[in-house]
């Protein structure tokens, strides 16, 4: 019967909000202890100063950096599971697409902590925002940074009305099932008095679709305008006009990594597995194989242009970086390994359906994702065109423990919100069951 | 003038449910909406009232955004006419980019606000005559038609497998 499949279904996905486990409420302390060793890191830096760091000119951007564009990039695979993949009208994003969206809030949210802390004079970040003011200075429109802050934001403002409004269906059904308490009012004031009546549910679709619609180019732009930080400049390994793409393509690899990371601890921890099937986590590592495959290109043709060029500042740069530093060097070749060979192993079925090889995998992707924009960003600006400006640079323990902080804010806000609202979006979820059952 | 009255079904089969409306529809019956669950864009050709006008305001807000960014752009650095990077302080090219993100921004932003308004979504509370089970497995028609016409109605949708039929 359908009606049973469907309640089935809300049984599954309101069950995941009961209590929760003790392996839940461990990984919840431990995200707690990274954030306390994040904030006492972060007085420590504000008080003292940036000296605290291991910065310096010329290496000026480091890690604070790297994990703003790597937690910006994680946050494009939920836009492109929920909004892209709706456009093209393919099912299976249906059971994942608000962890994807989920990862999407929290990870945007991560991000824009690390410009805010890299700053140094935290206090004045206000000045990067456009507002009347009475010194007539605005922000200038014609610098990436001032195009990254707008980016972002709107990025964040657009993926939260996308997220919150595919979420309100799913609420009303929670407080439906709420007899009582604090969750009871919580649902009753996000569901905004939702009734299922065919008037909203029309309105709610060409919304959604709109929204859709917009948020995809937006998916593009951002972390475009995110690598024109780089590319707008002359630093060796930075001047590149292939960089869009690329990092587009690097964004979505490690935003898929990262949502594979999430959903196979979360099916089992939530009991999920009945809805969340190996089917899902295939169709990622397939579509990971194709942004590996886009990442690949990337770095063929950025070698072969160096060559082709034969430019002397390039071509000494990317030798030093493949070869010439013993420090920086490993960390390219793992991140040629890690970002082209392993998401061809996925080619594999039998590895692509094995859960726990493709957690690993998803993990190695993530550490080669974040090495990759650490080897951008950090070994471009070790060896620029003065010999006599040469520097290595190593993360302090400051900025380890900033970084570590970020893994822990990001968990905590996913571990949290899992346990609030549905996982699983619930009413396609059910169209998706009432398809099968016809079928 | 004839006496309006509700008619009420509810329905535990998707097909049965489809069935109930093109019954309605095919009686020619005007002042009807349904009841889900799951997404009830499927049946729009089923029902008297199609469309929605949300598209037309996320494309005003769209080119609203397009208009007030740039136009933020070209006037704020009017302003100040200090010459960065080697471009002159109103440079276009650079100001697409501003522009393109508000754009997106304004038209997100008015597609929402318009699903809320004219969706009438913002109580805190559903209405008091709400079914629970149009949020879990069940789908529902309601109907308001002339007193002449209900014993009619009832019947379309008892033939079509509705579980209750009640009127008011």
Redesign the interface.
Known sequence: ????V??QV?DEVIGSLSRPSIGYMAALGLCGFLITLGVIAYIVQYFVGMGVTGLSIPIAWAVYITNFVFWVGIAHAGTLISAILFLFRTKWRNRINRVAETMTIFAIMTAGLFPLIHLGRVWVFWWLL?YPNWR????????PL??DV??VS?YL??ST??FY?GL??DI??V???TKSGWRKTLY??T?????????????????Y???AA??T??VI?VHS?VSWDFAMSLVQGWHSTIFAPYFVAGAIHSGLAMVITMLIPLRKALRLERLLTVYYFEQMALLMIFTGSILTYSYAIEAFSTWSGNELFDMQFSLFRAFGSPAYSPIFWFVILGNTILPMTFFSKRLRTNLTYLLVAAILANVAMWLERFVIIVVSLSHDYLPSSWAIYAPRAVEIALSLFAIGFFFFLVLSFVKLFPSIP???A??DA?AQEEK | MDNFVQVKAVF???ECFVEGLKSLKDAHYMDY?????????E??HL?P????A??VY?TLG?ILGLITFWL??IF??R??MLI??G?PAV?NV??I??A???T??T???F??I???I??????????AD?D?R?????YGIELLCEDTRADKAVKLLEDAGATEVNRR
């Open positions: 019967m359908a009606n049973s469907m309640k809300d456009p007539h200075l605005w922000p200038n429109f014609k610098s001032v195009w707008i980016a709107t403002i657009v009305l996308f409004l309100i269906p009303a059904t407080r439906d099932r009753n004031i569901s905004l008095g939702w009734t299922g009546k065919y008037d909203q549910w029309r309105h709610y679709a060409r919304g679709l709109a929204l917009l948020v180019p937006l732009s305008v619930m009413s396609e059910k169209e009432l | 535990f089969d998707y909406t349904a009841f889900g669950p799951t997404n009830l864009h049946i729009e029902m009232v199609k469309g929605s949300v598209r996320a769209a933020m752009c704020t650095s302003i100040y960065t990077g471009k440079s650079p100001f980019i501003p393109y993100e508000g997106i921004l038209g997100s932003i597609a929402f318009a699903v809320l004219i969706a009438a979504l913002g109580s805190h509370l559903p209405p709400y629970p149009y949020s879990e497995n069940a």
